[in-house]
């Protein structure tokens, strides 16, 4: 297998951005989705959960970390609230793995996590992207290794999910 190449599209912050609008998507259709459509809201929540997960992964072992060397110590307090962000969210994926669509709380549940990230992004692209940008952090390198982490992480969901 090659190495993937540097490029614009392995842009650490433009990936992410990329997730960004993808779970946006997710939270828009799951808005628009029939109140009696259950398999289309769960297939939703699923999707939104597994992307999430994955995106939460690659932050915290690669973005964040590396955010942390870069800045300085004013700009660090986004990195903390960043972690405690994520930190509900994921508290809210695992609330999926106990509800099903047509669920008391499964709607309710799907819209605070929705909120929740809305929030954490508009943070993250106002506040501390445009702080690392200013930054001399390599983020077509850190792109890279966010791409193959998040290329291995994809792999092991479908692994396990062809498996059953």
């Known amino acids: 297998m090659s190495k993937p190449q540097a490029s614009p599209q392995h842009d650490a912050l433009a990936i992410l951005e990329a997730d960004h609008r993808a779970v946006e998507q997710l939270f828009d259709a799951f808005g628009r989705a029939a109140d009696n459509d259950l398999e289309r809201k769960a297939t939703l929540v699923q999707r939104a959960c597994e992307l999430l997960t994955i995106h939460a992964i690659v932050e915290e072992e690669l973005l964040y970390p590396a955010a942390r060397d870069a800045l300085d110590t004013d700009d660090k307090g986004d990195v903390d609230e960043a972690y405690v962000e994520h930190f509900l969210?994921?508290?809210?994926?695992?609330?999926?793995?106990?509800?099903?669509?047509?669920d008391e709380g499964f709607d309710a549940t799907f819209k605070v996590m929705s909120e929740s990230v809305s929030h954490h992004v508009?943070?993250?692209?106002?506040?501390?992207?445009?702080?690392?940008?200013?930054?001399?952090?390599?983020?077509?390198?850190?792109?890279?290794?966010?791409?193959?982490?998040?290329?291995?992480?994809?792999?092991?969901?479908?692994?396990?999910?062809?498996?059953?």
């Open 89 to 102: 969210v994921k508290t809210l994926i695992e609330k999926f793995t106990q509800l099903k669509a047509g």
């Open 122 to 164: 508009e943070e993250e692209e106002n506040e501390l992207f445009p702080e690392l940008r200013k930054t001399k952090l390599d983020l077509v390198a850190l792109g890279t290794k966010i791409a193959a982490r998040k290329d291995a992480l994809q792999r092991k969901i479908t692994e396990v999910a062809t498996a059953h």
